[in-house]
């Protein structure tokens, strides 16, 4: 049975180019990055270069550019280490998307914790997020906003300068979640520009799990969430995981070679795309595709359950997901759907196919094939 890989978004392989460059710092240079003998003075200027590389490909300062374990933890800095060094100050709103990724709408409970009014902003039909509606919150009163890029689920394109701008303009900072996007599509303008904050994640960009980034605007300064040693200019202690960010670093520079990558996942999505519409009883929940990633396809066949679709896809050889939370064994409606205005039944519906850069138009053909013959079997 012909397998094929349709959750590039929830995960990609790594290169095996990425594995070649980690697996020195896995071997002979073990060095730590914060000892002064040759080995760590090796894994230092390891981590100077993968410093560099990140920040080429930002178009930002090297010194803005702060590693990780995730982009999970990218984004938990970001705010937490955002709320506690203002806290108690007059700008006491946080506003955040309805439809972000779980690791920012579950620091929720901590920022009001800490004293902070904490509002969602609500998202379009198509899960994207307008540059009116943030405008329409903003205030004096707001400290921090954060609004995606591109959603994780749905892949819908948000203004992220647009908004990031109109932060700048009403006095708050801004973070914004690039998990998906980075390498993918180019920001317009270097995110000093626009952004405070930039979380990013290595191994959806064909990098090794267990590394990320947070771009930081030079200037702001979030108070640490793991303290200890000092590392990263004193705002991630911990000592860093060298072989991750030297395959981090080593997976961003192929993807910045390969100006061909995302022409490869559309056409892909497009096949996918397109064998679904000619089978029909699907419905896409954002049909506008020049606003949604290009490996990204999210689908619906009123009254089936998602979570039956992707036993069955599994078992058809096509690995597929919902996008959404995974508990006891079931899927949750999605959270995004929900803030979309989809009823708790259509939201337990959401199939999310992402392609990527080895996927062929074969393979979305195959995998509508499968999904269409899946569903017309139940």
């Given at each position: 049975?012909?397998?094929?890989?349709?959750?590039?978004?929830?995960?990609?392989?790594?290169?095996?180019?990425?594995?070649?460059?980690?697996?020195?710092?896995?071997?002979?240079?073990?060095?730590?990055?914060?000892?002064?003998?040759?080995?760590?003075?090796?894994?230092?200027?390891?981590?100077?270069?993968?410093?560099?590389?990140?920040?080429?490909?930002?178009?930002?300062?090297?010194?803005?550019?702060?590693?990780?374990?995730?982009?999970?933890?990218?984004?938990?800095?970001?705010?937490?280490?955002?709320?506690?060094?203002?806290?108690?100050?007059?700008?006491?709103?946080?506003?955040?998307?309805?439809?972000?990724?779980?690791?920012?709408?579950?620091?929720?409970?901590?920022?009001?914790?800490?004293?902070?009014s904490?509002?969602?902003?609500?998202?379009?039909?198509?899960?994207?997020?307008?540059?009116h509606?943030?405008r329409?919150?903003?205030?004096?009163?707001?400290?921090?906003?954060?609004?995606?890029?591109?959603?994780?689920?749905?892949?819908?394109?948000?203004?992220?300068?647009?908004?990031?701008?109109?932060?700048?303009?009403?006095?708050?900072?801004?973070?914004?979640?690039?998990?998906?996007?980075?390498?993918?599509?180019?920001?317009?303008?270097?995110?000093?520009?626009?952004?405070?904050?930039?979380?990013?994640?290595?191994?959806?960009?064909?990098?090794p799990?267990?590394?990320g980034?947070?771009f930081?605007?030079?200037?702001?300064?979030?108070?640490?969430?793991?303290?200890?040693?000092g590392?990263?200019?004193?705002?991630?202690?911990?000592?860093?995981?060298?072989?991750?960010?030297?395959?981090?670093?080593?997976?961003?520079?192929?993807?910045?070679?390969?100006?061909?990558?995302a022409?490869?996942?559309?056409?892909?999505?497009?096949?996918?795309?397109?064998?679904m519409?000619?089978?029909?009883?699907?419905?896409?929940?954002?049909?506008?595709?020049?606003?949604?990633?290009?490996?990204?396809?999210?689908?619906?066949?009123?009254?089936?359950?998602?979570?039956?679709?992707?036993?069955?896809?599994d078992?058809?050889?096509?690995?597929?997901?919902?996008?959404?939370?995974?508990?006891?064994?079931?899927?949750?409606?999605?959270?995004?759907?929900?803030?979309?205005?989809?009823?708790?039944?259509?939201?337990?519906?959401?199939?999310?196919?992402?392609?990527?850069?080895?996927?062929?138009?074969?393979?979305?053909?195959?995998?509508?094939?499968?999904?269409?013959?899946?569903?017309?079997?139940?």
């Open positions: 049975m012909r397998r094929i890989y349709a959750d590039h978004a929830a995960t990609t392989p790594t290169d095996p180019r990425v594995v070649e460059a980690m697996l020195p710092f896995l071997r002979e240079q073990f060095g730590n990055p914060s000892s002064l003998h040759e080995w760590g003075r090796k894994a230092r200027m390891a981590l100077d270069e993968a410093r560099d590389t990140l920040s080429e490909a930002l178009r930002c300062l090297p010194g803005e550019v702060l590693f990780t374990s995730s982009g999970t933890e990218a984004a938990n800095l970001a705010l937490v280490g955002t709320a506690l060094a203002h806290r108690g100050g007059a700008r006491n709103r946080i506003l955040l998307s309805s439809v972000e990724h779980h690791c920012v709408l579950e620091c929720r409970s901590l920022l009001e914790s800490f004293g902070y904490v509002e969602l902003i609500p998202c379009e039909r198509d899960t994207s997020v307008s540059l509606a943030v329409e919150m903003l205030d004096e009163r707001t400290l921090l906003v954060s609004v995606m890029h591109a959603n994780n689920e749905t892949g819908a394109i948000n203004d992220a300068e647009g908004i990031g701008e109109a932060c700048r303009a009403a006095g708050a900072l801004y973070h914004c979640d690039a998990v998906q996007t980075f390498t993918l599509l180019q920001f317009r303008l270097p995110p000093a520009e626009w952004a405070d904050f930039v979380s990013l994640s290595a191994h959806k960009v064909y990098g799990k267990g590394a980034a947070l930081v605007r030079a200037g702001v300064k979030p108070s640490p969430i793991l303290v200890g040693g590392q990263e200019r004193e705002m991630r202690a911990g000592t860093e995981n060298v072989a991750g960010i030297v395959g981090f670093a080593e997976a961003v520079r192929l993807a910045m070679q390969d100006e061909d990558r022409v490869r996942m559309r056409a892909a999505r497009d096949a996918f795309v397109g064998a519409e000619r089978a029909g009883g699907a419905v896409f929940t954002t049909p506008d595709w020049s606003r949604v990633l290009p490996g990204h396809a999210h689908v619906r066949f009123p009254g089936r359950r998602a979570d039956a679709a992707l036993i069955n896809l078992q058809r050889g096509i690995a597929a997901s919902s996008g959404a939370a995974c508990s006891s064994g079931s899927i949750e409606p999605s959270h995004v759907l929900l803030a979309a205005g989809l009823s708790e039944a259509e939201a337990q519906e959401g199939l999310r196919l992402s392609f990527g850069k080895d996927s062929t138009e074969a393979d979305g053909v195959s995998a509508a094939e499968e999904l269409a013959a899946s569903v017309a079997a139940r």
